[in-house]
């Protein structure tokens, strides 16, 4: 299942059985005090691993580095432009298709890499129209959350370091998580946030948007188990709708 | 040491101490059939503890992808362009300065990703006079391997999933070499390969350049005790250098 | 108001008096048989009139074309890369700064838009800081629209030539609308449309989202209302910032 | 004949038909005390529908932002850069070709544009070498102004706001004159201006090139006349150019 | 005077005498039977000597390559793009402001170079407001030529390999002249040519435009001295210019 | 030979009887008291010819700025970008495929610029892959040169103004040289200087690397004799290539 571990003697072999690549992409960035720069590349990581079990696919290397323009001058972030990541991107995208791939599906821990990952499948799909490129970012996540969260959300996009992302790293990487750290902080977040850039530090000093003492192993489970089978249901799709589509010619 | 093990609040503090980030460079690339395409990254991973034990600084995460293209065509290579490398190292380089390191240490572990490491060291000089950006591919290894090996080079430059590569992983990363598959495959490499683009399947099938079987630990313990170093030595200097350079403002 | 009318004797005087400069910006597109091409054109220029009218602004020239992915294949259609729409944008920002306004405000009338405003705004941020610039895609629509709308709405994100977006017209550019084209067309929107490129055709022939023939006036009416006071709180508030910010000097 | 004023449904048939598209297009820039920022606009604008009317074309919306390098610096004028002109060019041209267009007429009234009208139109030409791009300033114009001046021009290629423009824009566009405020004010240009980057503030205080008090409709009608004339020569030359092609294929 | 003919240990004392630095530029590109690929460069080149002669500048090495777009199908023609040509001048001009040039003038002797020579200079002089820069292409030459033709003109612009070039040659350059192969071609150049990418072998065959056979050295004497003594008074204009600056600090 | 010599009417059907275009690149760089700024170019110049001889190539003019990175703040060095390299050189192959020339040999006398001609080549290669695109900086001199060099040389790469390079210069190009001037300066380099940018004047005040004043006209010929061989014996390969592989068609 992870791809960089095979062979290139196989390899080939298996890649015209699995069809299908997942690439996880998260970012280093800051988490409050009792999360790790890299949460969001553990849990791309680890919900690839999920869904690649489900699907059959390969898990490409976590590209680490993501765009993190918001929280970019809070200790330990490290951001790269969106430019750079949309090349490197489509640079792998065209080598996956080169090697025989026809899925090229990006698992995504990290909400400010969405533009990069959609203008990278734009440019893929130009072309390459034959290779199927996916990105997801917890699809399907807003529902179950609202049913979950015990405290009203700082934002209706944002979620950081906050009781929904501190469970979702107690499910999918608790030895990650010091939950005697986790802190709650809820900030009021201007109104102009969504309508000029906004550093986080103009309305956080922590970087944590919530109670992150109330996350809980079981809230994380249950998120992560409705994107999960959101994004298998896609893959799924995606597939037969490939599979047809062959068929056909 | 490991950079995105580290938490927000306190990262800030040791950044002012260690002032030293390693980044570990390789790529996914075919290896022959007993070592795994991630063989660049393990080795430019381990190396990079080393040295960071060494030297006292961070590692951070490994950037796993890298510039193939001499065996791209390969089964399981992927490649990114020279241009695609150079925008995100840059990018790194100039968020590690805004985080506050003086020194930006590049350890690669693959030979095509050196023309990138250079440019992006060159492109960060001029826009950030006072962050020391290195890059090393294995420094003063000539030497020592010329007194090693047992079997001709099969060209100047290159080594790869050879006596020399295998030794290196058989010390660093000996749980991903399987030696029973380690084969000997000399191929003999046109002179015109140093003057034309050449992609390596017009020489070798196997992408092994020389005779794997005759790795040992051993070997490979000889040249990375040198490399280690010999890194290690450029590192002091240039600290001691910026070192001496403040102390005189 | 209208800055194109001035002449150049008498307009830096009314810059340094009024600062704000509001471009509005659209797309040409396809929008059913019952609203023109120029639609978000029309909106994206009426809506802005009314800002400027209560924030005492000047409005530029409409930039008329925009990014148009989604729909680009539709008749009539014409659309314009990312890059191109930010990089123009960038120029206009870098000239507003250079003739004194002190906040550029884009109200756009194009969701395609969005990623490239977003992008401009930041690095128009990076480069002049001093210089506020603001993006506004009918901010505090949603929860108006959701007390509002008659027909379930096809997408949590997308409203396009449907009850919403006719009404926003038969309360902005009335002249323009055509209500016995009107028609009802709700398409089912594949869950993959969020997680793949979608060209839209996909899934509607017409490009209607939704019933159009429920559109009214007053359905406009209540949502622009929102909107346009959302869009003056976000200037006033930024515009004191500035105030403010000024006087600590 | 105005374009964003179709709807979706119709315009493919009538694209069909017409096969020519007209991009107005000019700038927002100084043009003294008695004519407003918007001159070059509205002269396009107003040149474009003549043209549009004698060949049957659609008129696009006015792009209204150009390269305004030499007055960037007088009140109220804003530039872009060529290469963002260049490439919002060549992406309407490629929709355009995409719509089913055959003939791209971009009718410029700036000069300051002609050189991004000019690349555009090359690039356009090697990707789409059955579209036929066009980019029109005032052809044919000198003879006709030389016989018609009262007074000597203050360049051989410039003229601005003048007796000339003035005269343009009392047939194009009166109701945006203010003939009591014209001016005379003939410059000395340097030898250097056509040697070296020279902003015009170095030679003129109200950005007026020669003497607006003597303008007049007549004057303009000629020029207009007679600009016209040849730009409609050239399109039915290259559209029957196409045709004869086509029908030899 | 030829800068490349310098060595470093003295050149720095010289640039600092001289401040002035000439770079020839040309293109290698058809010009008919009788004249050599290479003509615009000799032409360039020559006349830059004379320039340095008189004003006391550097001659740098010829750029020999230029923008050959219009020619470029025919045989021997070899063309850049106007953006790698920008490109490569800019840097130039860094590098000799560095050095400690003030004036960096560009004699072109191919009209397809003038947009990149503008593009560029205006580029620098963006990044480098204390060294003018300067670009020729034989000014004031359209009235001396139109004195000393005796065939009329094929275009108001261009000139060709014609009467007048070949005079140039004569002048200039004659031992690179074989005028019993010199010949009379003047096409007729369509209307269209001026409002739509044309290559010239649309209308010629021989790349000569006009009649070559009436070429003389005295013709083109008389031009060259006329623009000779054009470029020495901007460039003795320009020189006082940064004089009379300095002496103001 | 001289290709820029030619006219356009003769110059097609010798194309098609030599086939390859020989580029000389070098560079305009400090070489201390006794050699002018441009040996590098005289020396790519003047074995081009030689090559040209034994080959029946066309030579291009030589294209006189490179990347002169390390030696930049030298006084006359001139450097441009790899960037700007890089362009230029893929158009210039461009052009030449598309004059049908096959090969294009580009040979350097100038280090720095290897990694602009290798990645042009590659360039040139994905686009035009039945063009061969050769670049060729002295191959096979480093064996010669060890058993010529009186000296140790000051650097295992770097070689310059030095006893060999003085001596290629007295064979080739010995009207340039002033050996009365010549000097002996051997810097320590230091280690780091392969791992970090590192301008030369870091190390040396002269930019001589080793003892000039050794240097004989019959080192510089032992050198060119093995150089110009190796370079024959690729080309002549490379062409055979060429004319097998089209038999085989």
Same mark, same amino acid.
């Given at each position: 299942m992870k791809f960089a571990a095979e062979n290139s003697f196989e390899v080939k072999q298996k890649i015209s059985e699995k069809q299908i690549a997942i690439l996880p992409i998260g970012a280093i960035e800051a988490h409050g005090p009792h999360l790790p720069l890299e949460t969001d590349n553990l849990l791309a990581e680890r919900l690839s691993i999920l869904v690649a079990k489900r699907v059959? &696919? +390969?898990v490409l290397p976590t590209l680490p580095y993501g765009q993190v323009w918001s929280l970019k001058n809070f200790p330990g972030s490290i951001t790269v432009s969106n430019e750079s990541l949309v090349n490197m991107l489509v640079d792998l995208g065209e080598s996956l298709y080169n090697q025989g791939f026809s899925i090229f599906s990006m698992v995504n821990g990290h909400l400010g890499n969405s533009v990069a990952l959609k !203008? &990278?499948?734009?440019?893929?799909y130009e072309r390459y129209p034959d290779l199927q490129v996916l990105y +997801? +970012?917890?699809p399907g996540m807003s529902e179950v959350v609202s049913s979950i969260r015990e405290t009203p959300s700082s934002h209706n996009t944002y979620f950081h370091a906050c009781e929904i992302e501190t469970s979702l790293m107690l499910y999918l990487a608790p030895e990650y998580v $010091?939950? !005697?750290? &986790?802190i709650c902080d809820i900030p009021v977040i201007p109104l102009s946030a969504d309508a000029t850039p906004t550093p986080w530090e103009e309305f956080? $000093?922590?970087a944590v948007l919530g109670d992150a003492t109330l996350a809980t192993k079981e809230k994380g489970e249950k998120v992560i188990s409705v994107v999960l089978d959101n994004i298998v249901q896609v893959i799924e799709e995606v597939r037969r709708g490939v599979a047809t589509y062959k068929s056909n010619d």
């Open positions: 059959g &696919a +390969f !203008e &990278a499948a734009r440019k893929l +997801f +970012f917890y $010091d939950m !005697e750290r &986790a956080t $000093d922590t």
